[in-house]
C-alpha cells in the first residue's frame, strides 16, 4: 500500500514523496485522511525555519522533517 507525505527539505521547501506503509497488524486500523492541515505550532515553525539560535526549535529540527510512519 502506498500513501504520499510532505517532507519539509528545507526552510521553507517542501517535496511530496510516496511512501509504501505497511498492513495493519491485529490490533491495529488503517485510517485514510481526506483532508489535513499544518498547524501554526510545530509544523509552521519547522516549515518556516525561524526560529532563534539555542531554542527548542533549534534542538529538535533537522531537515528533511518528515512524518513517521507506524
Sequence with gaps: MRCRRLVFEEPKKV?????D???????????????TLISTDKELTMFN????????WDRITRYPVTPRLL
Design 15 to 19: 517535496a511530496v514523496e510516496e511512501v
Design 21 to 35: 506503509v505497511a498492513e495493519p497488524s491485529e490490533g491495529q486500523i488503517l485510517i485514510r485522511t481526506l483532508v
Design 49 to 56: 525555519g525561524e526560529f532563534p539560535k539555542g531554542s527548542v
